[in-house]
């Protein structure tokens, strides 16, 4: 059955870095674009950051460009969302999804504070 799991998140300092993971297992990886979302308490979930199959082009929320980077390695089914320059805001809990795929992993918490 179709699997994710996210990893990487933790606590960080505003201005810091992170590197999240999303391991995918069930599925064809490499025939799917994926996409990272976060949703913070009270909040909707929203997109973050999308790719296609083959790495290329990649799309991002007005609120993380310039700041994170969505990467995949086809070869060990993961898809990465490099995070840099975090903000207070950035606090939420990270998921993956794979298109056109209902499902959702657990998801990884990230809370940027001093």
């Known amino acids: 059955q179709v699997q994710l799991v996210e990893s990487g998140g933790g606590l960080v300092q505003p201005g810091g870095s992170l590197r999240l993971s999303c391991t995918a297992s069930?599925?064809?990886?490499?025939?799917?674009?994926m996409s990272w979302y976060r949703q913070a308490p009270g909040k909707e979930r929203e997109l973050v950051a999308r790719?296609?199959?083959?790495?290329?082009?990649?799309n991002y929320a007005d609120s993380v460009k310039g700041r994170f980077t969505i990467s995949r390695d086809n070869a060990e089914n993961t898809v990465y969302l490099q995070m840099n320059s975090l903000k207070p805001d950035d606090t939420a809990v990270y998921l993956c999804?794979?298109?056109?795929?209902?499902?959702w992993g657990q998801g990884t918490q990230v809370t940027v504070s001093s």
């Open positions: 069930g599925f064809t990886f490499s025939n799917y674009g």
């Open positions: 999804k794979a298109q056109y795929i209902n499902k």
């Open positions: 790719i296609t199959t083959g790495g290329s082009p990649t």
